[in-house]
């Protein structure tokens, strides 16, 4: 299962949810959405557990908890909606 994981910190990586995510089970993969062109975080991140227990687990212990000094917010990921190409301008 896909979890979305929102108003992150800018400084918070992906050791940090990694880590705070681990005690409700095993993760797959963690990924923070950064900026193209600035390579910033956008506060929001992608964790994916294969155990959807654990994950349901996850959404419901890690959905308002502080971290990093922001209160999350955890729910399942939407399925990505098709968006069309942006055209390059020479």
Same mark, same amino acid.
Not at 49 to 52: A, F, L
Not at 75 to 89: G, Y
């Given at each position: 299962? &896909?979890?979305?994981?929102g =108003?992150?910190?800018?400084?918070? %990586?992906e050791?940090?949810? @990694?880590?705070?995510?681990? +005690?409700? %089970?095993?993760?797959d993969?963690?990924a923070?959405?950064? !900026? *193209?062109?600035? %390579? @910033?975080?956008? %506060?929001?991140g992608?964790?994916e557990? =294969?155990? !959807?227990s +654990?994950?349901k687990?996850?959404?419901? #212990?890690?959905?308002g &908890?502080d971290?990093? #000094? /922001? =209160?999350? =917010?955890?729910? +399942?990921? *939407?399925? @990505? *909606?098709? /968006?069309?190409?942006?055209? +390059?301008?020479?």
């Open positions: 299962m &896909k979890i979305y994981v =108003n992150l910190s800018y400084s918070t %990586g050791e940090d949810i @990694r880590a705070a995510f681990s +005690e409700f %089970g095993t993760i993969s963690v923070v959405i950064t !900026d *193209r062109n600035t %390579g @910033r975080s956008k %506060g929001f992608f964790v557990m =294969n155990d !959807d +654990e994950a687990a996850a959404i419901e #212990g890690m959905n &908890k971290l990093d #000094g /922001r =209160n999350l =917010n955890v729910n +399942e990921a *939407r399925p @990505r *909606r098709d /968006r069309p190409q942006r055209s +390059e301008r020479y």
